[in-house]
């Protein structure tokens, strides 16, 4: 069936560094890949997608790429911030089901 | 605007009562409907979803039923609860099939015990 896996588990990095997150999806059919934040107790919440026609996009500090051909798409957040630490999960979905398969997330953690 | 609403925020039942959880779409017709369940530090789970009134999908076998008797509202149910069904569990709306996001609600924190 369909798959995403992301890596890191738990990523810690100091305010002012990069932090990229990666996942890998099983489905060639995917074709539309959305970055969500989860802060503790509240539902998930879309910062950024991509759709298999672009290969970047960016919003202020948080860009996302997609690589079709390795099935690879990562999240980059630049110049981190205390209140970037959070809960961040990948997801892959279909335009003909509707369904998104989540990664398994990422704990980001940024130290003052 | 759109909004979703999940209620409630969080629920202790013993093993072996029912349960029902209910999530309601504002602002939006004929939505995409979704349950996603969250174990504690792992990722989320699609449990059913909806593209329409009485139309569910399953997409793991177990405890839990779903159903849609209005347009905007989902339910989440089970006859007999088991300690493992405690977890976090999300309702989410999408709009059509065509690579749109899904938004979620805020949450059940369920335990079962």
């Known amino acids: 069936g369909e798959n995403v896996e992301q890596h890191p588990s738990t990523l810690s990095v100091q305010e002012g560094d990069s932090a990229v997150i990666k996942c890998t999806y099983s489905?060639?059919?995917?074709?539309?890949f959305p970055w969500y934040k989860q802060e503790l107790g509240k539902g998930p919440q879309l910062i950024i997608d991509i759709r298999s026609n672009v290969g970047e996009k960016k919003d202020q500090r948080i860009a996302v790429t997609l690589n079709k051909t390795a099935k690879h798409f990562s999240l980059h957040i630049t110049e981190t911030q205390p209140e970037d630490s959070a809960v961040y999960f990948c997801?892959?979905?279909?335009?003909?089901?509707?369904?998104?398969?989540f990664g398994q997330g990422t704990t980001l953690q940024v130290k003052p | 605007s759109q909004t979703i609403h999940q209620w409630p925020a969080t629920l202790v039942q013993p093993v072996g009562s029912p349960l029902s959880l209910e999530c309601t779409v504002e602002?939006?017709?004929?939505?995409?409907l979704y349950w996603y369940r969250q174990a504690a530090g792992r990722g989320l789970q699609l449990l059913f979803y909806s593209v329409g009134i009485g139309q569910i999908s399953s997409e793991v076998p177990q405890n839990l039923s779903a159903s849609r008797p209005q347009d905007r509202q989902f339910i989440l149910s089970s006859k007999k609860l088991l300690l493992s069904d405690s977890g976090f569990y999300l309702c989410?709306?999408?709009?059509?099939?065509?690579?749109?996001?899904?938004?979620f609600g805020n949450g059940t924190r369920l335990t079962v015990t």
């Open positions: 602002g939006t017709s004929n939505p995409n």
């Open positions: 997801a892959a979905g279909t335009s003909n089901t509707g369904k998104l398969i």
């Open positions: 489905d060639s059919a995917s074709n539309y």
């Open positions: 989410a709306w999408g709009q059509g099939i065509s690579q749109a996001p899904l938004h």
